[in-house]
């Protein structure tokens, strides 16, 4: 649920263009191919619809062009479907998000496949996770945000690099590992729990001996939080008609450590029910992503009286601990005391209605895309 | 401005009463005096009014009881008008907020000076600032808050302990050098700003080589922060249609820190304004008090986005510095880099009205009572 790519995304969304021109300026020998792609049609105002977005097919040369330096070619594998990508719909005139452009692929996270490359540190056949664009082959001038996937360990899935052990992943580890500060014993509390985040940062502080709540929208997701991710319980906050009630009856002594993936109406339910020295961590809202006018939160006085910390991040701040992470985290999936969830739709043009479905709750865990992989290569 | 005495109070409002109980048992051998006292008539919903509380006048003799340890009986000199005493005055369930008693004095900051004591720690003729009754004389027999006044700089007003010497100042200091991490260079805003802690907010900024911006409610006060007290820039919120606006014009590049002292409609600007890695330090939110509900904020989105801190403080986590603090400050008011403005009403009747008025804006700088000294000792 983790929204904050944005100071990134404007350098990445120029490398597309980049990418384009030098596609057409290609004289390579190589095949070309057909390039699905998902465009965005127009700006969105309200809940996106699948219709904002059309599957268009162009063609594209499988070499760079000899003039390209520092350039790879890759063939996407899986593409992520993350709330944060709402944003960039908007036609903001905010600096710090860079939207979309009508009439070209979107971009996101995803895990690709070296084709050809340019540059020094890729090599063909490589595997990368990293921000690319939604369409089947790629160019990426800028490769500095990069991750190269390590072959090493062939039981893991490929598409966990869009989810646990990708972006969501470090969102979960730094959000709540280092901004929250957590403590064994403490009383936790995390929405849109079943999420590609969410259903982490439960499973670490369970990992950690805090006593951990969630809440979902389906009851498929409560069970699925209570019996396969391990809560020690978890409600569906659209049965609860008083949200301050249903915290009340899971913490009766209050919330230390609330992580925030919804705001609005569940935030002003937890407000009041945070202990002193609570901490919120604010990842996102997508509560908050699609309503013209946000809703207003009114109990914010909490945070004086509680003495309450809330501090919103960026997923980047903590990349630097990515090499830590992947260790523990790997160790964790192998040894089982870590699930992940996954909800994997197959083929580009079902992606624009996996995106859609992020905002009305209908992915079942992480919302993946898998490319026909076999396809044209 | 600050409200966070909440947590301490529990245990001072005891005080009180037990301190009624003792005076009953007396059978001293003292003058007996009329003690004028400031009642709360009954719990307030809403802008308090002067007919909230009545004056009235009991007696008490001038010794503590023989039987009583750890006392001290004090004749108050100054009582301190605090907005956090606001929600004292509310029939709260809260267990953080020990609500005034309706029928008895009402409670607050003071200075007094010790007329008998069974204290070690005290005797007749001391000087203290701390947690009193609204009445001439007290009985304190919970005296771990109360800060003994050295009296060794004639040259210092005694009413300043309600203020730069006391809990308002601690909470500027606490807030602002501690919770904020503020660094040379950084922009401030503060709300509030010529209000007993505001004014001090704004100059340990000058000091520390911050650009400083004040709000405040009227023409006089924004010349006080102009003219007096050094701030940089300073506007009358009253008269800016878009608050929004307003901070774009003093803070083009956006502000680093952000005082807290009011909520609601400014706290909503202020977040659209914020600069990335900013701290928003919250004192308190005056303009909400009164209001059966409060204004809902709309633009928590950006703590996200800028990855804003925003945190709750109450004034009694930085006590332990105090002596460094009245170090540093006293020095300050020497030297004439910092100066405090003091809004003095003469009289406990007059008290009722000097409260009230807090919630107006009808003060200029701190507000305090000066009883009248030299009567009935």
Redesign the interface.
Known sequence: MN??L??QLQRETEVMATAATATAAAEATATEVSNKQVILKNYVSGFPKESDMEVRTTRIRLKLPEASSNAILVKNLYLSCDPYMRGRMNNSQ?S??QSFTPGSPLTGYGVAKVLDSTHQDFKKDDLIWGHTGWEEYSIITTTESLFKIQHSHDDIPLSYYTGILGMPGMTAYGGFYELCSPKKGETVFVSAASGAVGQLVGQFAKILGCYVVGSAGTQEKVDLLKNKLGFDDAFNYKEEPDLNAALKRYFPDGIDIYFENV?GKM?DAVLVNMR?HGRIS????IS?YNLN??????????????????????VF?YYHLYPKFLEMVLAKIRDGSITYVEDVVQGLENAPAALVGLFSGRNVGKQVVALDIDSNN
């Open positions: 929204t904050g944005f100071l905010q710090y998000i705001g935030l002193v604010v990842c996102g809202m908050q006018e946000t809703e207003g939160v009114h109990n914010l006085m909490n945070i004086v009286m509680k003495q309450i910390r809330m501090e919103g991040f960026l701040k």
